[in-house]
């Protein structure tokens, strides 16, 4: 063979190795598709999150006026809401308690008195009954109304929520709680 032949050869080489690699590159730029950008297991508490990185002291809140709100409040909206509550706490009538204690009868229950549930020392700090008011304060930032308690829940910023769904918590009960009388 002559050094012309070599060379052909050699080119040939070449060019085999630059075709590998061409193929190389461009089934890795085909394959490699970028991550999507949310999990394929996504929860539902981004809204929940959010209130738990804006801490609004609940006191600057006004409370609304439930004689006036709970009967225009969207019961429906309200019992889509507690699917959240689901995760924990069990509703209906002589249900278990499980992570949290059973929510059948809970307006106007005294707190921290759901039998066989044991609560943390900061849930029976005191035993007043959970009133609209209270519930409305309590379920805005748990643990900012009651620092310490073992309900791990952001709450639910948003205060029509938070009447929609307790005037769908108050259905859950042989009688529902009144609805307040109205002060103005
Ligand atoms: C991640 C679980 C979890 C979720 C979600 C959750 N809770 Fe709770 N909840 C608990 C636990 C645990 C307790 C007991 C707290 C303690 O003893 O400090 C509790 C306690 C409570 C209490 C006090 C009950 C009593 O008998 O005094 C109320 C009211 C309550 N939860 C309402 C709700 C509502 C309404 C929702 C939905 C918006 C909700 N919770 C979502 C775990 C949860």
């Known amino acids: 063979m002559d050094s ?9 080489v070449l060019g085999v190795l630059l075709f590998v690699l061409a193929i190389h590159f461009i089934a890795e ?9 949310k999990a394929g297991y996504a929860v539902d508490v981004a809204e929940d999150s959010e209130a738990q990185t804006t801490a609004i002291p609940a006191a600057a809140e006004p409370l609304p006026d439930f004689a006036a709100v709970l009967p225009s409040a969207d019961v429906t909206h309200g019992k889509d809401l507690a699917t959240r509550c689901q995760q924990c706490h069990d509703d209906t009538k002589a249900g278990p308690n499980k992570i949290g204690p059973s929510l059948w009868g809970l307006v106007d229950r005294p707190r921290a008195t759901a039998p066989g549930y044991s609560y943390s020392s900061a849930m029976s700090a005191n035993h007043d009954p959970w009133t609209y008011d209270k519930l409305f304060t309590y379920l805005r930032a748990p643990n900012t109304d009651t620092p310490g308690t073992k309900m791990s829940y952001a709450g639910l910023r948003s205060p029509q929520d938070r009447i929609d769904l307790l005037a769908y918590l108050r259905t859950l009960a042989e009688t529902p709680a009144p609805i307040p009388a109205a002060t103005k």
């Open 4 to 12: 012309w032949e070599w060379n052909k050869i050699a080119g040939a």
């Open 29 to 37: 730029a085909i394959t490699k598709t970028p991550l999507p950008k």
